[in-house]
């Protein structure tokens, strides 16, 4: 379900509307559970995203997209502030000696792969909140924060690699699309081809292309683009 919403906030063939979005996500997620909460968070992008298009594209007015963004983005951010007290609690236990089976390390993989996915969906927040408030330059320094901040998760969880991990190639693209400094993105690259390789079928070298479409995508930049070719 998670891949398939993050799918769908870039395939152009995907159309299901905001009702249908949420809907799909509370029949999978609660609204309790911090998980369950960021994902009802991402559920609203989509929506946002094609509003925010209208707007960058000149097609409508929305005066209440922004405050909606801001908000949205804001209750994200509270809730991956806990996912990471959760994760520091976990890795300040030792876990190094304990078996693959044990309950702490089983805690450390879940809260591992919740919070990096937790950072790949920031960025994804970040980057449309930035489309639309492009004068906030704190959003920028964000984004490279949760790039940052993927990079160093990719070494602890090379330990549930491959199946464990498998997750991290969706993130180190996060991590790639989340900044524009070339050292940062040249080191996410190197991960990504490291990650990839666990998996037959992602062998090679990172598609730079789908990378940059992925960006321009998030940023709504595509709206520009089509309106300029009007």
């Known amino acids: ?37 960021m994902m009802r968070c991402l ?7 094609q509003r925010g298009r209208k707007i960058r594209g000149r097609e409508a007015e929305d005066p209440n997209l922004l405050d909606e963004i801001r908000t949205n983005y804001g209750t994200f951010k509270t809730i991956l502030k806990e996912l990471s007290k959760r994760l520091a609690v976990i890795q300040n236990l030792n876990t190094n000696e304990a078996s693959e089976s044990a309950p702490v390390v089983q805690a450390h993989a879940h809260y591992l792969r919740s919070y990096a996915l937790g950072l790949t969906f920031a960025v994804i927040l970040n980057g449309v909140l930035s489309a639309i408030d492009n004068e906030d330059t704190e959003l920028t320094l964000e ?16 330990r ?14 996060a991590a790639w699309i989340g900044t524009t400094d070339y050292s940062i993105r040249s080191v996410a690259e190197t991960a990504l081809v490291d990650y990839q390789g666990d998996f037959p079928q992602g062998k090679g070298t990172v ?16 709206a520009n683009l089509a309106n300029d070719s009007i």
């Open 143 to 158: 984004s490279t924060s949760f790039a940052k901040e993927i990079l160093a998760l990719a070494e602890p969880a090379a």
């Open 207 to 222: 598609p730079i292309a789908v990378l940059e479409q992925i960006y321009e995508k998030l940023h709504l930049l595509d």
């Open 160 to 173: 549930y690699r491959p199946t464990g991990a498998s997750y991290m190639g969706l993130c180190l693209m």
């Open 43 to 49: 559920a609203r992008v989509p929506d946002l995203m």
């Open 1 to 37: 379900m998670t891949l398939n919403l993050v799918e769908g906030l870039f395939n152009d063939k995907i159309h299901l509307n905001s009702w249908e979005w949420r809907t799909l996500v509370e029949n999978q997620f609660d609204g309790v559970t911090c998980e369950g909460q």
